[in-house]
Structures are given as structure tokens and as C-alpha cells.
Nanobody
Framework: QVQLVESGGGSVQAGGSLRLSCAAS????????MGWFRQAPGKEREGVAR????????EYADSVKGRFTISHDNAKNMVYLQMNNLKPEDTAIYYC?????????????????WGQGTQVTVSS
């Protein structure tokens, strides 16, 4: 079992920055593939970024490359999403997710643990 709790969402103007945090707990965290996903009103959920905790390898959606950075802190069991140069189209509920058993850690991997989500609103 993995438990995930997000924080750090809020409202910012376009061009601003936010840092999302995800507190992870559970015995499988150290071997997990961790990701951030988002869902805007009326749209399907999409993968934003993922990190493989064991190697720190990362993957990003094209829409956020160069603006968002995913990172982790093993000692604190935390995963972060630093979001810079935010745009109105980044407005969504952002979810932290994890998968403990997988063949390949990627944004298309079926994630099986989810947080409750945190709202990010970017105004123009």
C-alpha cells in the first residue's frame, strides 16, 4: 500500500510559479514509479511528469517540457513538481500518483495509487 497526500496548489498569474508537494508513505515507496497528472474541467486526465525513484529518470509531457521539473527526496519520502512560467492552460486539478509493480516506468504505465488532488489556477 502507498498513501499519497498533495499540497502546494493555489492561484497565480500567468508567468508565475508554484511548487507542488506529494507526501508518500508505504513500504513500496522506494521502488515506486511516481508521477504527476492533471485534469482540467471537461477534459481527460493527462500525464504531466513522472520519475523513477530508484534511478531518478524523468519524463515530461511535451506541453510542460522546459517549464516543469519533477524531483524526489528519498529521506523525506516526498515528490515535488516545480512549475515555472505557468500558463492559463495549466489550470487543473493536479494529482500525485504511484505504481509499485511495473515493467516500465512511464506516463502511460497504469498508476494504481492516487492522491486526493490539489487545485492549480492560472489567470491571464
Amino acid at each position: 500500500q502507498v498513501q499519497l497526500v498533495e499540497s502546494g496548489g493555489g492561484s497565480v498569474q500567468a508567468g508565475g510559479s508554484l511548487r507542488l508537494s506529494c507526501a508518500a508513505s508505504g513500504d513500496t515507496y522506494i521502488n515506486s514509479c511516481m508521477g504527476w497528472f492533471r485534469q482540467a474541467p471537461g477534459k481527460e486526465r493527462e500525464g504531466v511528469a513522472r520519475i523513477y525513484v530508484m534511478t531518478s529518470s524523468t519524463e515530461y509531457a511535451d506541453s510542460v517540457k522546459g517549464r516543469f521539473t519533477i524531483s524526489h527526496d528519498n529521506a523525506k519520502n516526498m515528490v515535488y513538481l516545480q512549475m515555472n512560467n505557468l500558463k492559463p492552460e495549466d489550470t487543473a486539478i493536479y494529482y500525485c500518483a504511484a505504481v509499485s509493480t511495473f515493467a516500465l516506468c512511464s506516463l502511460s504505465t497504469p498508476f494504481d495509487y492516487w492522491g486526493q488532488g490539489t487545485q492549480v489556477t492560472v489567470s491571464s
